[in-house]
Nanobody, 126 residues
Framework: VQVAESGGGLVQPGGSLRLSCIVS?????????VGWYRQAPGKGRERVAA????????YYVPSVRGRFTISVDDDRNTLYLQMNNLKPEDTAVYYC???????????????????WGRGTQVTVYS
């Protein structure tokens, strides 16, 4: 199984980016729970959003709710994070993660993922 993020970059405040995460070599992606996390310089890892693919239940950290949207294309085993109205405090390395048993609360509350990507840098500058 390989997990690879893409889509990071430089953007001005108020701008948008869409992150993608491809999960390769799995046939049961629809049963997974997946999430996005981020780590800013000098800070610990922070949860951003998580989703149970089959039933659509989703969680967002309050600081991104209404600005970010987590979604999947389960035919392509791809996870997305649409980020709108970006702020300088959103600057971080963003990681995707997957729990292949579908345990959404374990993923959200305890960061219990079976797989992690290597991250993609998002920088919001003015």
């Amino acid at each position: 199984v390989q997990v690879a993020e893409s889509g990071g970059g430089l953007v001005q405040p108020g701008g948008s980016l869409r992150l993608s995460c491809i999960v390769s070599s799995v046939s049961d992606f629809k049963d997974w729970s997946v999430g996005w996390y981020r780590q800013a310089p000098g800070k610990g890892r922070e949860r951003v959003a998580a989703l149970h693919i089959r039933d659509g239940a989703a969680y967002y950290v309050p600081s991104v709710r209404g600005r970010f949207t987590i979604s999947v294309d389960d035919d392509r085993n791809t996870l997305y994070l649409q980020m709108n109205n970006l702020k300088p405090e959103d600057t971080a390395v963003y990681y995707c993660a997957g729990n292949r048993r579908g345990y959404l609360l374990q993923l959200w509350d305890n960061s219990r993922a079976d797989y992690w990507g290597r991250g993609t840098q998002v920088t919001v500058y003015s």
